[in-house]
């Protein structure tokens, strides 16, 4: 099975012959199937939270809401952890000696799926990060685990960490440039994600102090910012693929390369 | 627990690329034109969505609310926070690639994430008015920052002419949206701003007076002077932000490596 999914997810238009290409098939589809996730969550919450999401104490919040707080927070950690496991134990033990033309149509697919796929993870941020400074503007609350804060925290900061984790293992695994050492950059990308989850403990504690008034820059929220601007590391781990990616495509002088796009030679 | 630091080169294994990955220079002029298609959207979608997030959590109130906007706090705070991640991006684009395209392709991705999730979340999800909670814009002040560093070439000389004009510009180029809002309206026997009487009418929770941090003390007798004293104010420590985050951009490029994690 291994097999069958590296071949169509890792090395989707490689032969012998041809040089590699983009899967933006594959890409595209899978950001759509992210998108038809994201539209699904934010109708739930657009649905539910007005009807049964404003009395935690009501059975029915205890079904709508709570139902899926204990579904996400023990599944997607579950997810994750066999995820994580099946990448390393379905690594390839002889990586230094992949070809090239693999390892470019390797970064090639890691790439077009990030490149499409993070239009849609970061709107998903962007739209649930709000959702929750708007609703707690006209909902005064009266538990921790709220409409918004359920798709914010509870399926947002553990799938987020679990895609995080299995990325870092598959290119550790999978690109020869990262085997056997570790990239600094994504390291510190992803511990930083992994501060969420005592920010988040801590801004729930705080809130049982403020629960009446939301001032959505309030220092209890500063923390956050610490975690998110870890993302900044991304750009030394994009650094790093660039570096490698020249590497693989770099058979021909620039000045040839000008003559083919047309530009005079400087 | 032990962390050694290692150079690229460093490697005890070779990592020369196994045989050839491409066939020709077509292939070649292909794989480069690939990497544009992925490495500029790539950048600009992460780090302008960690901008949204950032800037919520920071400035996230006078953002969402007109009543917030006043001419002392918002003109100052706002296009500080909004210049961290642009600064941090520019240093990666312009140190590898030579492109001075990081701010404005941030203050794209911002604005589109911005306005879909006003309509989305404080439209659709809680009925509040469009004109009511719309974005700030500040593309026009992310392509002044990238003009300068066209022009210039220098992250010097880019925070002390663009840094300053990116806080300097921010309010007046948001002017057009805010102005209506100052409109004064009289209700019952008080005047006071249509912001003002907007937000009596949709009461929430970041209404109290001590809560809604907004211009306050004597400079409200100042009249007209507020507003373009704020944006100066901006305007200088926006040169100051500038330096400080090209450093950490500096710091967040670096590929570097370990040689274990444990």
Known sequence: ?266 | MSIELGSTEQGEISRAPRGKALNNVQDQVQAWRNADLFFFPLISILIGGAAVFLCALTVGDWSYWMDWRDRRWWPLLTPLLLLVLPTVATYAFWKYFKLPVAATGLALGFWLSQIISRYVNFYLFTAFPMNWVMPEVWIGAAVVLDAVLLITRSFALTGLVGGFLFGLLFSAMNWPVVAPMHMPVQLGDTVMTLADYMGFQYIRTAMPEYVRIIEAGTLRTFGTNVAPVSAFVSGFFAILVYYVFIWIGSKGANPAWLKKLV
């Open chain 1, 1 to 266: 099975m291994s097999t069958v999914i590296n071949q169509a997810v890792v090395a989707p238009a490689a032969t012998a012959s041809e040089a590699p290409r983009p899967p933006w098939r594959l890409a595209f589809t899978i950001a759509a199937i992210a998108l038809a996730f994201v539209t699904l969550v934010k109708w739930y919450q657009h649905t539910f939270s007005w009807t049964v999401g404003t009395d935690s104490f009501s059975p029915e919040f205890q079904v709508y809401w709570m139902r899926i707080f204990y579904a996400q927070i023990i599944g997607l950690p579950l997810l994750g952890a066999i995820g994580a496991a099946w990448l390393w134990l379905t690594r390839d033990r002889d990586i230094q000696n992949l070809p090239a033309r693999d390892e470019l149509a390797r970064f090639y697919a890691m790439f077009s799926i990030l490149v499409v796929a993070a239009i849609v993870l970061i709107s998903a941020l962007g739209l649930l990060t709000e959702a929750d400074a708007a609703w707690h503007q006209v909902v005064v609350r009266d538990t921790d685990f709220t409409p918004t804060h359920i798709f914010l925290f509870y399926l947002g900061v553990p799938a987020g960490l679990g895609g995080l984790v299995m990325a870092w293992i598959w290119v550790h695994t999978r690109l020869p440039y990262f085997a056997n050492r570790v990239s600094l950059p994504l390291s510190l990308a992803i511990i930083g994600f992994m501060m969420a989850g005592p920010v988040v403990a801590f801004n729930e504690w705080a809130h049982t102090f403020f629960y009446a008034e939301e001032l959505f820059g309030a220092p209890v929220h500063w923390f956050f910012v610490l975690a998110g601007f870890f993302l900044v590391f991304l750009i030394g781990f994009v650094i790093q693929c660039v570096q490698r990616m020249y590497e693989l495509t770099r058979g021909y002088s620039l000045e040839e390369v000008e003559r083919e796009m047309g530009l005079t030679s400087r």
